[in-house]
């Protein structure tokens, strides 16, 4: 089975400092790192002979602009339409190099799954902006670099982490900030998704579908967490808070995949659950006053079903939860 590097667990500094790894040793010592643009962008290049890309027969020769196209989960796909919105972003760019001589040659790098189908597509409507070739190096090609290049490989910032997963919790952060704070002089009574998670029957499905123990839920779920779910809601479904709730919806989004790409590593959910509070609690100084909330947040984005699974399935490790 190939090695999965896990390479989403990378910042995009991190992600772009391995593309110039990779590309110093394809292109040559000739490579510039990144750099923000006039339109905050960044953009790698190399002017030149190519020292062995896309072969060693025919490697490319010119101005090779370089692009790193970070996610931070691990189930993306260039056929996915945000990845394309995000190429079509770089067009009237590439165009304006291309014409002025820049760029000959346009190289993206990303760490999502590379489809034979996005490939046409994708390749077809960068040529059509002038340049000579374009080559997207998705997360296989990635991986075989990797596996190829052992100096990069043992450089990798989470070669050596032993927890599960890396995430970076500054939104959350400001989120749990920012509903700590909040208060409109509404007495706020009613939580509906509470009523939504009894016709779940939470306790007997999902608790058990994501191994979380009854211990667990009724003491410290139940107990300190759901008294504070009806502001949580309030809060996010208030028009006046439309940002926040987007940062809140990013960060249970970039934590359901991350669990689930790790879920085997944890013996039930009341670890998860655990392990998340510790890491987010390492950033103190931003969460003075304000650490109660962290369990708080986390509960309510599993009770709401924005992180942890509603269904059954073959990584659910279903056996573990307590009666």
């Not at 509404?186 to 009523?195: C, I, L, M, P, Q």
């Not at 028009?239 to 960060?251: G, I």
């Not at 942890?308 to 056996?319: A, F, N, P, Q, V």
Request: charged share 30%; net charge neutral; aromatic share 10%.
């Amino acid at each position: 089975m190939r090695r999965d590097y896990r390479l989403y667990e990378l910042s995009e500094g991190e992600f772009e400092e391995l593309v110039v790894k990779i590309c110093i040793k394809w292109l040559g010592q000739g490579v510039t790192p990144f750099a923000p643009g006039r339109d905050g962008g960044r953009d790698g290049k190399f002017s030149g002979k190519a020292e062995c890309f896309p072969s060693a027969s025919l490697p490319l020769q010119g101005q090779v602009v370089l692009q790193a196209k970070h996610v931070a989960v691990f189930d993306k796909s260039c056929s996915d339409k945000d990845f394309e919105r995000l190429l079509k972003k770089e067009h009237t760019k590439i165009r304006r190099l291309a014409k002025k001589g820049l760029c000959d040659h346009y190289l993206v790098f990303t760490n999502r799954r590379y489809t034979g189908g996005a490939d046409e597509k994708l390749i077809a409507s960068l040529l059509a902006l002038g340049i000579e070739s374009a080559h997207i190096i998705g997360i296989e090609r990635l991986n075989t670099a990797l596996d190829e290049m052992e100096h990069i490989r043992e450089w990798l910032p989470n070669r050596k982490d032993s927890s599960p997963f890396r995430f970076e919790p500054d939104e959350l952060i400001e989120v749990i900030g920012a509903v700590h704070e909040y208060a409109d002089g509404t007495e706020v009574t009613a939580f509906n998704s509470a009523r939504d998670f009894e016709k779940l029957k939470l306790r007997e499905e999902k608790n058990k579908i994501n191994g979380l123990s009854d211990d667990y839920y009724n003491q410290i779920i139940v107990n300190n967490s759901f008294p504070h779910f009806a502001r949580i809601d309030h809060f996010l479904k208030n028009p006046r808070n439309t940002l926040v709730a987007a940062l809140y919806h990013d960060s249970a989004d970039e934590l359901k995949q991350k669990i689930l790409a790790a879920r085997a590593e944890f013996a039930t959910f009341d670890n998860v659950f655990a392990f998340l509070i510790e890491e987010i609690q390492k950033k103190r100084a931003a969460l003075k006053g304000k650490r109660r909330m962290i369990s708080v947040m986390l509960h309510y984005m599993y009770a709401n079903c924005d992180i942890g699974s509603k269904k059954l399935s073959t990584t659910t490790l279903t056996d573990n939860a307590h009666a």
